[in-house]
C-alpha cells in the first residue's frame, strides 16, 4: 500500500432545516468529485445533510492564534455592541 | 412450472445476487485501502444486505410455506442458493472487487429499472425503492474504474488484468432460462436480451473512457442460477451461516 496520502480535504454539510453549510470534518480524497461522494459516505450516512461543499485543507487560510489577544479581546470591552440595551415591544415576542 | 413457483424462484435469484454479493462487500471491512473508502464499501455492503432482505421476504410471501427471509439465508445449502457465479467471486485486490461490481452493477441497474415497471406491484416497490441505490453503486464502480484504468500504468495493468479474468462470468448475466421466459411473458419480469444492449452501451463507454480494452467473449461459465456454484460459495455461506446454524435460537 502506497504511503502517500491524498490530499485532505475539509467537509461542510448543510443540514435540512440549516440555513448555512457548517463545518463537519475532514477527510481524504484523490479530487473534488471523489471528496464529495467519500463526504457523502463518511458524514451523511444517517441523512443529515442535503448539501455538501468541500475545500482543499491546504486552500483555507487562517487565523493565527498567536494573534488571538489584538483580533478577539478587543471587542470583549465593547459591550454597547450587543444589542442588550434596548427594550423589546412585547408584541414582538422572543428574538 | 407454474407461474407462482417460477415467480418465488426469480426472487430468490435476485435477492441471493443482493445477498451474495452484499456479504463479499462485508468482508473489506476494516481492510479498505483507505479509510474512507472502506465506509463506501460498507455502505453499499448494507444497501444489498437490505435489498436482500426485501427480495427474500417477498419470495416467502410468495412461496407461502410459513419461511421467513432469514430461513432462505442461513438455512439453505449451497445448491440451493441462485446468486450468479459472478457474485459469489473473492474480492481479490481492490481493482478484482470494482471489476465484479461494475459488471454486476451496471446489469442490476438496467434490470432493476426495468423491474420498477413490473405488472407485479409489490415487485415494482421494491425495485423502485432499490434503484436509486444501484444507481450510486453503479456510478461508484464507474468512477473508479475510469480512474484505474486511466491512471497509473501499474493501475492500468492489474485493472486490465482483473477485467479479462472477470470476463467470463459476464454471460451469465443475460441467459435465459424458463423462469426468464414465463415472468417475461407475464410482464412481470425482464428480457434480458433488452438490457444487454444498453449494458453494453455503458460497459464499452466506461472501457473506453478508462482506455481499457473490452475482452473478446470467449467460454461463459455457468450455473449459478440453477445452483451449481463455485467452490467460493461454500466458504461465504460457513462464514455467514455459522451463527445461527450453531445456536439456532439466536435472537437479533
Redesign the interface.
Known sequence: ?SKK??PLWEVFIRSKNGLSHKHVGS????DD??AV??AR??YC?RSEGVSIWVVKSTEIYASDPGKSEELFETAKNKIYRHPTFYDIPKEIGHM | MTKEEALFEYLVRIGDNSLILGHRMSEWCGHGPILEQDIALINIALDHIGQAKNWLALACEVEAKGRTEDDLAYHRDGFDFRNFLLVEQPNGHWGETLIRGFLFDTWNYYFTKTLTKSTNQQVADIATKSLKEISYHKNFSCDWIVRLGDGTEESHNKIQDALNRMWMYSGELFAMDEVDSILWKEGIGVDLSEIKKEWDVTINETLEEATLIRPADGWMQKGGKTGVHTEHLGYILAEMQFLPRAYPDAKW
Request: glycine share 0%; proline share 0%.
Open positions: 500500500m496520502n491524498w477527510l481524504h480524497a484523490a468529485e471523489m461522494e467519500n459516505d463518511v450516512r
